[in-house]
């Protein structure tokens, strides 16, 4: 019987991945002694990190990174996989995502601190407008803040908060840290006690695998919205306002997403009525939107009745322009938008300091 030489043992063991530098640089490592080519896909990069092999240990190090939560997976020879030394993994239509998480020089908002938390709550329903969901079924997480009345006399305002494509309706807990971001903020007197929704942003779970250049991505994206509005208006909303103590009118509800999401929250917020003609949401945030696939609103901004529109971008996002160029309509349609620009790209980083800006001017 063959002996595995210690030293190869011990280095195997050894190997730790990702490993985090003091000035936020990461050391990835994989073992992969028959490969020929291994490649570091690291959210935010335009072109993946070539790894150097040794003795059949390839690794990497990257440059000194934003804090916050990003997705990465290596490339083997052309094939995609996940970080085998790294526990945390995030599910995806789509893609594989080990995550890695930055902190920041000091508590970041989405970080977890000693502070009164409140409660995820996960809910599963029979979605009778959806298509693709197995057996019909599609889900929505809650979250209610610290100290949560269920039979308060005054409801607490809610935000419906929208995930992106190929992401599941934990995605903006689990990898954004919604819940803690609301703790901190709640806790510091900075964001007014909320009801947090998040659901599975599907109205056709067909184009949770697709992708932009793919030839009939802009149709199925564009009606997979519309369907999703339908969605969120009339199985979501009705079921959280029937389920917990939130506000039934329109100056309690605001809507908010990241890029698919923040392409619904544009659509289904400026292009949804009440009885009285105004939107169903005061409140409208839109972060890295898909806005090329956003309809302008029919209403114009001085009937509109919002109380705030709020639409963000990285700088470094490829969707940049196509937002300003959005908010240079509605503008000139008489809508009052406050227009935000912040360093990244289209990653969580981004996302959830949007969220921490946003969450802080709502109700």
């Not at 995030?90 to 938390?117: F, I, K, Q």
């Not at 009801?195 to 695998?209: C, E, I, Q, R």
């Not at 793919?214 to 994206?221: A, H, N, R, T, Y």
């Not at 009339?234 to 039934?248: C, D, H, L, N, Q």
């Amino acid at each position: 019987m063959a002996t595995v030489p210690s030293a190869m043992f011990a280095q195997r063991t050894a190997l730790v991945s990702p490993e985090l530098h003091k000035d936020n640089s990461v050391t990835f490592r994989l073992e992969q002694p028959g490969a020929h080519e291994v490649l570091v896909a690291l959210a935010g990069l335009e072109k993946p990190l070539k790894m150097t092999g040794a003795q059949g240990v390839w690794s990497v190090t990257s440059a000194p990174l934003l804090s916050g939560t990003y997705w990465y997976s290596y490339l083997v020879d052309g094939r995609a996989e996940l970080d085998p030394l790294n526990a945390d993994v995030m599910p995806s239509y789509a893609y594989l995502n080990s995550v890695l998480r930055v902190p920041g020089p000091g508590s970041e908002a989405w970080e977890r601190a000693d502070v009164p938390h409140g409660e995820v709550h996960r809910h599963f329903y029979e979605s009778k407008i959806a298509k693709g969901l197995p057996g019909g079924r599609s889900e929505y997480f809650v979250y209610t803040p610290p100290g949560y009345d269920a039979h308060a006399s005054i409801p607490y305002p809610a935000l419906y908060l929208l995930h992106g494509l190929s992401q599941g309706a934990a995605d903006w807990t689990a990898m954004g840290g919604a819940n803690f971001v609301l703790d901190n903020l709640i806790a510091q007197g900075k964001a007014k006690p909320m009801v947090v929704v998040m659901p599975l942003g599907y109205g056709d779970l067909a184009v949770a695998g697709k992708q932009p250049p793919e030839q009939d991505f802009g149709p199925l994206f564009v009606a997979n919205n519309a369907m999703f509005g339908k969605v969120l208006l009339t199985e979501i909303v009705p079921r959280v306002e029937a389920e917990y103590s939130v506000a039934k009118t329109r100056d309690g509800r605001a809507i908010a997403g990241l890029s698919m999401g923040g392409s619904q929250s544009l659509e289904i917020g400026l292009n949804s009525s009440g009885k009285d003609g105004s939107v169903e949401f005061a409140w409208i945030g839109a972060f890295s939107a898909a806005t090329p696939f956003v309809r302008q609103p029919a209403v114009s901004g001085q009937v509109s009745k919002l109380r705030l529109l709020w639409i963000s971008c990285g700088t470094e996002d490829g969707l940049l322009e196509s937002n300003r160029k959005f908010i240079q309509a509605l503008q000139k349609n008489g809508y009052t938008v406050k227009a935000v620009e912040t360093p990244g790209a289209h990653i969580w980083p981004v996302w959830q300091r949007n969220l921490a800006s946003f969450a802080q001017l709502l109700f």
